[in-house]
Protein backbone atom coordinates (compact mmCIF):
# COMPACT_ATOMS: atom_id res chain seq x y z
CA UNK A 1 0.00 0.00 0.00
CA UNK A 2 1.17 3.19 -0.59
CA UNK A 3 1.04 6.45 1.56
CA UNK A 4 -2.39 7.13 2.57
CA UNK A 5 -1.88 10.87 3.80
CA UNK A 6 -1.53 13.24 0.85
CA UNK A 7 -1.22 17.24 1.12
CA UNK A 8 -4.49 17.54 2.88
CA UNK A 9 -4.96 13.94 4.59
CA UNK A 10 -7.11 10.49 3.55
CA UNK A 11 -8.98 11.38 0.31
CA UNK A 12 -10.12 8.64 -2.18
CA UNK A 13 -13.83 7.89 -3.42
CA UNK A 14 -16.11 6.79 -0.48
CA UNK A 15 -17.07 2.89 0.02
CA UNK A 16 -14.26 2.20 -2.49
CA UNK A 17 -11.02 3.45 -1.61
CA UNK A 18 -12.10 5.35 1.70
CA UNK A 19 -14.14 2.34 3.20
CA UNK A 20 -15.70 2.69 6.84
CA UNK A 21 -13.32 -0.04 7.94
CA UNK A 22 -10.45 2.34 6.40
CA UNK A 23 -11.96 5.63 8.95
CA UNK A 24 -12.62 3.14 11.48
CA UNK A 25 -8.68 2.03 11.79
CA UNK A 26 -7.88 5.89 11.15
CA UNK A 27 -10.09 6.79 13.96
CA UNK A 28 -8.29 3.61 16.06
CA UNK A 29 -4.72 5.12 15.02
CA UNK A 30 -5.42 8.34 14.88
CA UNK A 31 -6.63 8.79 18.49
CA UNK A 32 -4.11 6.49 20.43
CA UNK A 33 -1.46 8.53 18.36
CA UNK A 34 -2.77 12.01 19.21
CA UNK A 35 -3.37 11.35 22.54
CA UNK A 36 -1.00 8.87 23.75
CA UNK A 37 0.62 10.86 26.43
CA UNK A 38 -2.34 12.58 27.98
CA UNK A 39 -3.11 11.57 31.94
CA UNK A 40 -6.99 11.99 31.07
CA UNK A 41 -9.79 10.48 28.94
CA UNK A 42 -9.00 11.86 25.71
CA UNK A 43 -11.70 13.47 23.47
CA UNK A 44 -11.52 14.22 19.63
CA UNK A 45 -13.49 16.65 18.19
CA UNK A 46 -15.53 15.45 14.65
CA UNK A 47 -17.03 17.45 12.08
CA UNK A 48 -17.94 16.95 8.32
CA UNK A 49 -19.33 18.26 5.32
CA UNK A 50 -22.71 17.86 3.52
CA UNK A 51 -21.72 14.39 1.54
CA UNK A 52 -23.85 11.48 1.53
CA UNK A 53 -20.91 9.83 2.99
CA UNK A 54 -20.29 11.97 5.73
CA UNK A 55 -22.43 10.53 8.45
CA UNK A 56 -21.20 6.73 7.19
CA UNK A 57 -17.89 8.01 7.30
CA UNK A 58 -17.94 9.63 10.60
CA UNK A 59 -19.73 7.02 12.81
CA UNK A 60 -16.93 4.59 11.38
CA UNK A 61 -13.72 7.20 12.55
CA UNK A 62 -16.05 7.39 15.91
CA UNK A 63 -16.37 3.76 16.63
CA UNK A 64 -12.68 3.78 16.02
CA UNK A 65 -11.54 6.32 18.63
CA UNK A 66 -13.95 5.30 20.95
CA UNK A 67 -12.23 1.48 20.89
CA UNK A 68 -9.07 2.73 22.03
CA UNK A 69 -10.51 4.46 25.02
CA UNK A 70 -10.56 7.75 23.50
CA UNK A 71 -14.33 10.11 23.50
CA UNK A 72 -15.69 11.58 20.76
CA UNK A 73 -17.76 14.61 19.86
CA UNK A 74 -20.01 15.00 16.94
CA UNK A 75 -20.49 18.65 16.38
CA UNK A 76 -22.20 17.67 12.45
CA UNK A 77 -22.01 19.77 9.38
CA UNK A 78 -19.72 22.45 9.74
CA UNK A 79 -16.87 24.10 7.61
CA UNK A 80 -12.95 23.02 8.37
CA UNK A 81 -11.77 25.72 9.76
CA UNK A 82 -14.69 25.65 12.48
CA UNK A 83 -13.34 22.64 13.47
CA UNK A 84 -9.68 24.05 13.90
CA UNK A 85 -10.87 26.64 16.34
CA UNK A 86 -13.36 24.71 18.61
CA UNK A 87 -10.92 21.89 18.63
CA UNK A 88 -8.48 24.74 20.44
CA UNK A 89 -11.31 26.60 21.90
CA UNK A 90 -12.28 23.54 23.86
CA UNK A 91 -8.86 21.96 24.83
CA UNK A 92 -10.31 18.86 23.04
CA UNK A 93 -7.02 16.42 22.48
CA UNK A 94 -7.81 16.77 18.35
CA UNK A 95 -10.10 17.53 15.62
CA UNK A 96 -11.02 15.16 12.84
CA UNK A 97 -12.95 16.87 9.80
CA UNK A 98 -14.26 14.42 7.18
CA UNK A 99 -14.14 16.29 3.69
CA UNK A 100 -12.79 16.39 1.01
CA UNK A 101 -13.04 19.99 0.16
CA UNK A 102 -13.72 21.00 -3.93
CA UNK A 103 -13.89 17.39 -5.18
CA UNK A 104 -16.82 15.70 -6.65
CA UNK A 105 -19.31 14.11 -4.28
CA UNK A 106 -18.45 10.42 -4.47
CA UNK A 107 -14.72 11.53 -3.16
CA UNK A 108 -14.26 11.59 1.14
CA UNK A 109 -11.74 12.48 2.82
CA UNK A 110 -10.36 12.68 6.54
CA UNK A 111 -8.45 15.13 8.37
CA UNK A 112 -6.73 15.54 12.00
CA UNK A 113 -5.72 18.49 13.99
CA UNK A 114 -3.94 18.22 16.99
CA UNK A 115 -5.49 19.88 20.40
CA UNK A 116 -4.05 23.44 18.85
CA UNK A 117 -6.20 23.45 16.06
CA UNK A 118 -3.02 22.64 13.76
CA UNK A 119 -2.97 20.12 10.68
CA UNK A 120 -0.26 17.37 11.60
CA UNK A 121 3.52 17.14 10.71
CA UNK A 122 4.14 14.39 7.90
CA UNK A 123 6.09 12.38 11.31
CA UNK A 124 2.88 12.42 13.49
CA UNK A 125 1.03 10.55 10.02
CA UNK A 126 3.62 8.47 9.60
CA UNK A 127 2.96 7.18 12.81
CA UNK A 128 -0.51 6.69 12.40
CA UNK A 129 0.33 4.68 9.11
CA UNK A 130 2.60 2.66 10.59
CA UNK A 131 -0.40 1.53 13.37
CA UNK A 132 -2.70 0.22 10.64
CA UNK A 133 -0.22 -1.55 8.93
CA UNK A 134 0.87 -3.03 11.69
CA UNK A 135 -3.04 -3.59 12.83
CA UNK A 136 -2.36 -1.99 15.69
CA UNK A 137 0.11 -4.48 17.29
CA UNK A 138 1.04 -3.87 20.59
CA UNK A 139 -1.99 -1.87 21.17
CA UNK A 140 -4.04 -2.80 24.52
CA UNK A 141 -7.79 -2.52 23.66
CA UNK A 142 -10.17 -0.87 26.54
CA UNK A 143 -12.94 -3.00 28.01
CA UNK A 144 -15.74 -1.69 30.37
CA UNK A 145 -15.81 1.39 31.63
CA UNK A 146 -12.42 2.88 29.75
CA UNK A 147 -13.98 2.61 26.51
CA UNK A 148 -14.93 6.13 24.78
CA UNK A 149 -18.38 7.30 24.55
CA UNK A 150 -19.50 10.25 21.74
CA UNK A 151 -21.49 12.96 23.04
CA UNK A 152 -23.26 15.11 20.18
CA UNK A 153 -23.74 18.91 19.85
CA UNK A 154 -25.87 21.07 17.76
CA UNK A 155 -24.58 24.60 18.20
CA UNK A 156 -21.17 24.20 17.09
CA UNK A 157 -21.62 26.55 14.17
CA UNK A 158 -23.20 29.24 15.65
CA UNK A 159 -19.73 29.39 18.01
CA UNK A 160 -18.09 29.61 15.01
CA UNK A 161 -19.85 32.24 13.70
CA UNK A 162 -19.50 34.60 16.32
CA UNK A 163 -15.49 33.92 16.58
CA UNK A 164 -15.56 35.04 12.69
CA UNK A 165 -17.75 38.38 13.06
CA UNK A 166 -16.27 39.27 16.67
CA UNK A 167 -12.91 39.00 15.08
CA UNK A 168 -13.58 41.46 11.97
CA UNK A 169 -17.07 43.67 13.24
CA UNK A 170 -17.16 45.34 9.77
CA UNK A 171 -20.62 46.89 8.98
CA UNK A 172 -22.24 45.74 5.93
CA UNK A 173 -25.63 47.29 5.65
CA UNK A 174 -24.32 48.96 2.59
CA UNK A 175 -23.81 46.31 1.03
CA UNK A 176 -25.38 43.65 -1.51
CA UNK A 177 -23.46 40.22 -1.35
CA UNK A 178 -24.08 37.25 -3.71
CA UNK A 179 -22.76 34.50 -1.77
CA UNK A 180 -22.28 30.65 -3.38
CA UNK A 181 -22.14 28.13 -0.62
CA UNK A 182 -21.22 25.27 -3.00
CA UNK A 183 -24.09 22.91 -1.96
CA UNK A 184 -21.69 22.65 0.99
CA UNK A 185 -20.58 23.01 4.67
CA UNK A 186 -20.84 27.36 4.38
CA UNK A 187 -24.50 26.81 3.29
CA UNK A 188 -25.58 28.20 7.03
CA UNK A 189 -23.12 29.61 8.35
CA UNK A 190 -21.50 31.95 5.69
CA UNK A 191 -25.30 32.86 4.79
CA UNK A 192 -26.02 33.79 8.48
CA UNK A 193 -22.14 35.63 9.35
CA UNK A 194 -22.97 38.07 6.43
CA UNK A 195 -26.06 38.87 7.84
CA UNK A 196 -25.67 38.76 11.23
CA UNK A 197 -23.17 41.86 9.97
CA UNK A 198 -25.76 43.80 8.07
CA UNK A 199 -25.51 42.85 4.49
CA UNK A 200 -27.95 42.32 1.84
CA UNK A 201 -27.70 38.64 1.41
CA UNK A 202 -28.14 36.50 -2.20
CA UNK A 203 -27.46 33.20 -1.35
CA UNK A 204 -27.23 30.11 -3.94
CA UNK A 205 -25.95 26.74 -4.30
CA UNK A 206 -27.24 26.49 -0.48
CA UNK A 207 -29.23 23.65 -0.27
CA UNK A 208 -27.38 20.58 -0.16
CA UNK A 209 -29.11 17.13 -0.18
CA UNK A 210 -25.30 15.27 -0.13
CA UNK A 211 -25.28 14.55 -3.40
CA UNK A 212 -24.64 18.10 -5.13
CA UNK A 213 -21.89 19.55 -3.08
CA UNK A 214 -19.59 21.24 -5.66
CA UNK A 215 -21.68 20.31 -8.88
CA UNK A 216 -21.26 23.36 -10.98
CA UNK A 217 -20.73 25.80 -8.09
CA UNK A 218 -18.84 27.54 -6.11
CA UNK A 219 -15.02 28.31 -5.83
CA UNK A 220 -14.54 25.35 -8.77
CA UNK A 221 -17.07 26.51 -10.91
CA UNK A 222 -17.85 30.15 -11.09
CA UNK A 223 -19.56 31.11 -14.06
CA UNK A 224 -23.08 31.49 -12.59
CA UNK A 225 -21.86 33.98 -9.42
CA UNK A 226 -19.80 36.08 -12.17
CA UNK A 227 -23.42 36.56 -14.64
CA UNK A 228 -25.44 36.42 -11.03
CA UNK A 229 -23.18 39.20 -9.79
CA UNK A 230 -23.85 41.00 -12.46
CA UNK A 231 -27.70 40.70 -12.30
CA UNK A 232 -28.43 41.39 -8.76
CA UNK A 233 -26.00 44.82 -9.34
CA UNK A 234 -24.27 43.95 -6.27
CA UNK A 235 -20.93 45.07 -5.04
CA UNK A 236 -19.42 41.63 -4.65
CA UNK A 237 -19.88 37.44 -5.02
CA UNK A 238 -18.30 35.33 -2.64
CA UNK A 239 -17.67 31.70 -3.69
CA UNK A 240 -16.62 29.14 -1.19
CA UNK A 241 -15.38 25.30 -1.47
CA UNK A 242 -17.15 21.78 -0.14
CA UNK A 243 -15.42 22.60 3.34
CA UNK A 244 -15.68 26.50 3.41
CA UNK A 245 -11.43 26.73 4.11
CA UNK A 246 -11.11 28.61 0.71
CA UNK A 247 -12.44 31.41 -0.87
CA UNK A 248 -12.67 33.32 -4.56
CA UNK A 249 -14.28 36.52 -4.96
CA UNK A 250 -16.19 38.09 -7.79
CA UNK A 251 -15.98 42.11 -8.58
CA UNK A 252 -18.68 44.07 -9.48
CA UNK A 253 -18.50 43.72 -12.98
CA UNK A 254 -18.49 39.93 -13.29
CA UNK A 255 -14.47 39.46 -12.91
CA UNK A 256 -13.34 36.58 -10.90
CA UNK A 257 -10.54 37.33 -8.22
CA UNK A 258 -7.96 34.73 -7.25
CA UNK A 259 -6.61 33.86 -3.86
CA UNK A 260 -3.79 35.54 -4.77
CA UNK A 261 -5.47 38.86 -5.67
CA UNK A 262 -7.46 38.91 -2.15
CA UNK A 263 -4.08 37.90 -0.51
CA UNK A 264 -2.50 41.51 -2.46
CA UNK A 265 -5.76 43.31 -1.40
CA UNK A 266 -5.86 42.54 2.21
CA UNK A 267 -1.64 42.55 2.49
CA UNK A 268 -1.26 45.58 1.61
CA UNK A 269 -4.38 47.21 3.80
CA UNK A 270 -2.90 45.57 6.27
CA UNK A 271 0.36 46.68 6.02
CA UNK A 272 -1.13 49.87 5.62
CA UNK A 273 -2.46 49.62 8.96
CA UNK A 274 0.61 48.03 10.78
CA UNK A 275 -1.27 44.90 11.38
CA UNK A 276 0.88 42.63 8.25
CA UNK A 277 3.71 40.95 10.61
CA UNK A 278 7.19 42.15 9.36
CA UNK A 279 5.24 43.62 6.22
CA UNK A 280 4.67 39.34 4.73
CA UNK A 281 3.23 37.18 2.79
CA UNK A 282 3.84 33.32 2.78
CA UNK A 283 2.60 31.92 -1.09
CA UNK A 284 3.48 28.93 -2.48
CA UNK A 285 5.20 28.33 -6.08
CA UNK A 286 1.56 28.33 -7.62
CA UNK A 287 1.12 32.12 -6.98
CA UNK A 288 1.14 33.95 -10.15
CA UNK A 289 4.34 35.92 -11.22
CA UNK A 290 2.02 39.26 -10.67
CA UNK A 291 1.83 38.47 -7.01
CA UNK A 292 5.56 38.64 -6.71
CA UNK A 293 5.93 41.68 -8.45
CA UNK A 294 3.01 43.21 -6.79
CA UNK A 295 5.33 42.55 -3.44
CA UNK A 296 8.19 44.07 -4.78
CA UNK A 297 6.16 47.37 -5.83
CA UNK A 298 4.65 47.45 -2.26
CA UNK A 299 7.70 46.68 0.00
CA UNK A 300 5.74 43.31 0.77
CA UNK A 301 8.17 40.80 1.72
CA UNK A 302 7.35 37.54 -0.17
CA UNK A 303 8.12 33.43 1.65
CA UNK A 304 7.18 31.07 -0.77
CA UNK A 305 6.98 27.16 -0.29
CA UNK A 306 5.63 24.52 -1.94
CA UNK A 307 2.03 23.76 -2.88
CA UNK A 308 -0.49 22.68 0.02
CA UNK A 309 -1.86 25.23 2.54
CA UNK A 310 0.02 22.97 5.51
CA UNK A 311 3.18 24.14 3.91
CA UNK A 312 2.02 27.49 3.87
CA UNK A 313 1.67 27.48 7.59
CA UNK A 314 4.45 25.61 8.64
CA UNK A 315 6.66 28.56 7.20
CA UNK A 316 4.40 31.13 8.69
CA UNK A 317 5.02 29.64 11.95
CA UNK A 318 8.69 29.74 11.42
CA UNK A 319 9.26 33.04 10.67
CA UNK A 320 6.08 34.16 12.90
CA UNK A 321 4.00 35.85 10.11
CA UNK A 322 0.21 36.33 10.00
CA UNK A 323 -0.93 35.88 6.51
CA UNK A 324 -0.45 33.60 4.21
CA UNK A 325 -2.15 31.38 1.68
CA UNK A 326 -2.86 29.73 -2.03
CA UNK A 327 -3.95 31.51 -5.26
CA UNK A 328 -6.75 28.78 -4.83
CA UNK A 329 -8.26 30.88 -2.18
CA UNK A 330 -6.94 29.14 1.07
CA UNK A 331 -5.85 32.07 2.88
CA UNK A 332 -4.95 31.41 6.12
CA UNK A 333 -5.11 34.38 8.82
CA UNK A 334 -2.96 33.24 11.88
CA UNK A 335 -4.09 35.52 14.18
CA UNK A 336 -7.84 34.45 14.03
CA UNK A 337 -7.33 30.84 13.41
CA UNK A 338 -4.92 28.44 12.46
CA UNK A 339 -5.94 27.07 8.96
CA UNK A 340 -7.21 28.32 5.24
CA UNK A 341 -10.99 30.17 6.23
CA UNK A 342 -13.62 31.49 3.79
CA UNK A 343 -15.57 33.31 6.08
CA UNK A 344 -12.27 35.24 7.29
CA UNK A 345 -11.00 35.73 4.08
CA UNK A 346 -14.27 36.85 3.49
CA UNK A 347 -15.21 39.21 6.26
CA UNK A 348 -11.13 40.49 5.46
CA UNK A 349 -11.75 41.73 2.06
CA UNK A 350 -15.41 42.77 3.13
CA UNK A 351 -13.46 44.93 5.35
CA UNK A 352 -10.70 46.66 2.78
CA UNK A 353 -13.72 47.59 0.48
CA UNK A 354 -16.01 49.27 3.73
CA UNK A 355 -12.80 50.92 4.88
CA UNK A 356 -11.03 52.87 1.78
CA UNK A 357 -14.69 52.80 -0.24
CA UNK A 358 -13.03 51.47 -3.02
CA UNK A 359 -14.71 48.81 -5.71
CA UNK A 360 -13.16 45.83 -6.29
CA UNK A 361 -12.31 45.91 -9.36
CA UNK A 362 -10.22 48.89 -8.90
CA UNK A 363 -8.59 47.14 -5.63
CA UNK A 364 -7.96 44.33 -7.47
CA UNK A 365 -5.76 46.17 -9.73
CA UNK A 366 -3.17 46.20 -7.23
CA UNK A 367 -1.44 43.50 -9.27
CA UNK A 368 -1.18 42.30 -12.74
CA UNK A 369 -2.16 38.80 -13.39
CA UNK A 370 0.32 37.96 -16.16
CA UNK A 371 -1.50 34.66 -18.61
CA UNK A 372 -1.16 31.50 -16.91
CA UNK A 373 -1.67 27.98 -18.50
CA UNK A 374 -3.01 25.33 -15.91
CA UNK A 375 -3.45 21.69 -17.80
CA UNK A 376 -3.92 18.35 -16.02
CA UNK A 377 -2.50 15.14 -17.10
CA UNK A 378 -4.59 11.88 -15.34
CA UNK A 379 -2.16 8.94 -14.83
CA UNK A 380 -1.98 6.57 -11.76
CA UNK A 381 -2.28 7.44 -8.20
CA UNK A 382 0.93 5.14 -7.79
CA UNK A 383 3.18 6.72 -10.57
CA UNK A 384 2.35 10.27 -10.10
CA UNK A 385 5.43 11.24 -8.09
CA UNK A 386 7.43 9.53 -10.14
CA UNK A 387 7.25 11.59 -13.69
CA UNK A 388 10.48 12.61 -14.00
CA UNK A 389 12.19 9.40 -14.03
CA UNK A 390 10.47 9.20 -17.82
CA UNK A 391 13.35 10.10 -20.27
CA UNK A 392 10.46 11.25 -22.93
CA UNK A 393 8.85 13.89 -20.09
CA UNK A 394 12.19 14.76 -18.46
CA UNK A 395 13.37 15.98 -21.98
CA UNK A 396 10.29 18.01 -22.65
CA UNK A 397 9.87 19.38 -19.49
CA UNK A 398 14.00 20.40 -19.66
CA UNK A 399 13.22 22.23 -23.03
CA UNK A 400 9.86 23.93 -22.40
CA UNK A 401 12.17 25.36 -19.24
CA UNK A 402 14.42 26.33 -21.71
CA UNK A 403 12.16 28.08 -23.84
CA UNK A 404 10.08 29.84 -21.38
CA UNK A 405 13.22 31.18 -19.67
CA UNK A 406 13.12 34.78 -18.64
CA UNK A 407 10.10 35.59 -19.99
CA UNK A 408 8.13 32.97 -17.78
CA UNK A 409 7.91 30.01 -15.98
CA UNK A 410 7.18 26.10 -15.85
CA UNK A 411 5.87 24.43 -12.94
CA UNK A 412 5.44 20.89 -13.01
CA UNK A 413 3.49 18.99 -9.75
CA UNK A 414 1.58 16.08 -8.45
CA UNK A 415 -1.65 16.83 -7.00
CA UNK A 416 -1.68 16.11 -3.38
CA UNK A 417 -4.83 14.60 -3.54
CA UNK A 418 -5.93 13.41 -6.88
CA UNK A 419 -4.82 11.19 -9.47
CA UNK A 420 -3.22 14.17 -11.78
CA UNK A 421 0.12 15.44 -12.70
CA UNK A 422 -0.59 19.20 -12.67
CA UNK A 423 1.28 21.16 -16.13
CA UNK A 424 1.25 25.04 -15.25
CA UNK A 425 3.40 27.84 -17.66
CA UNK A 426 3.01 31.43 -17.70
CA UNK A 427 4.38 33.84 -20.21
CA UNK A 428 3.54 37.00 -22.30
CA UNK A 429 1.26 34.81 -24.39
CA UNK A 430 -1.68 32.84 -23.26
CA UNK A 431 -2.33 31.22 -26.68
CA UNK A 432 1.08 30.11 -26.86
CA UNK A 433 1.34 29.13 -22.89
CA UNK A 434 -1.94 26.89 -23.60
CA UNK A 435 -0.82 25.38 -26.29
CA UNK A 436 2.38 24.39 -25.05
CA UNK A 437 0.98 22.95 -21.59
CA UNK A 438 -1.99 21.00 -23.26
CA UNK A 439 1.00 19.04 -25.24
CA UNK A 440 3.07 18.57 -22.56
CA UNK A 441 0.15 17.39 -20.57
CA UNK A 442 -0.94 14.91 -23.04
CA UNK A 443 2.18 13.46 -23.40
CA UNK A 444 2.66 13.21 -19.60
CA UNK A 445 -0.43 10.97 -19.80
CA UNK A 446 0.39 9.10 -22.84
CA UNK A 447 3.71 7.80 -21.19
CA UNK A 448 2.70 7.46 -17.53
CA UNK A 449 -0.65 5.50 -18.04
Not at 121 to 138: A, N, V, W
Not at 183 to 190: D, K, N, R, V
Not at 309 to 318: G, N
Not at 338 to 346: M, P, R, V
Request: glycine share 10%; charged share 25%; aromatic share 6%.
Amino acid sequence: MGRLFGTDGVRGVANEELTPLLAMQLGQAGAYVLTKEKEHKPTIMVGCDTRISGDMLANALMAGACSVGANAVYVGVVPTPAVAYLTRKYKVDAGVVISASHNPVEFNGIKFFDGNGYKLPDSLEDEIEELIRTDMRGIKFPTGSRVGKIKYRTDAREEYINHAIQSIPVELSEMKIVVDCAEGASFYTSVEALKELGANVVAIHNNPDGTNINANCGSTHMEELMARVVYEKAQVGLAFDGDADRLLAVDENGNKVDGDQIMAIIGSHMKNKKTLKDDTIVATVMSNLGFFLMGEKEGIKMEQTKVGDRYVLERMKEIGANLGGEQSGHIIFLDENTTGDGLLSALHLLQVMVETGRPLSELSGIMEVLPQALVNAKVPNHKKESYMEYPEIAKAISSLTEKFAGEGRVLIRPSGTEPLVRVMIEGKDQTQIEEEAKKLAALIQEVML
